[in-house]
Nanobody, 126 residues
């Protein structure tokens, strides 16, 4: 059974930092790409960062230069370091696992088969 469990969300002032974590329980962990998405009410879920099985990272333009995706394969844990947070970063953040997940040209793309965590809320106040 696939499980992805996020943690680390919370409230922070603009300009602050947060680190999200995602513990992954998958037998095929070494074969999938991982990523982070975010969603605000009444809008589509937006991909913001991806990392492939070899550790190559890619980002959406909205977070490039401010957010860093990384993973610890030994602990099967995905991270998202978020710096210089802005009020527009306020959203529910989800980690995801998929055989097809990457960012290119400023946008992130995913395959139809994707597994989601339950989400963790990030709120940035001005």
């Amino acid at each position: 059974q696939v499980q992805l469990v996020e943690s680390g969300g919370g409230s922070v002032q603009a300009g602050g930092s947060l680190t999200l974590s995602c513990a992954v329980s998958r037998s095929d962990y070494s074969s999938v790409s991982m990523g982070w998405f975010r969603q605000v009410p009444e809008k589509e879920r937006e991909g913001i960062a991806a990392i492939d099985r070899d550790g190559s990272a890619s980002y959406a333009d909205s977070v490039k230069g401010r957010f860093t995706i990384s993973k610890d394969d030994a602990k099967k844990t995905l991270f998202l370091q978020m710096n210089n947070l802005k009020p527009e970063d306020t959203a529910m953040y989800y980690c995801a696992a998929s055989y097809l997940l990457y960012c290119s040209g400023g946008y992130c793309y995913r395959g139809e088969e994707i597994y989601w965590g339950q989400g963790t809320q990030v709120t940035v106040s001005s």
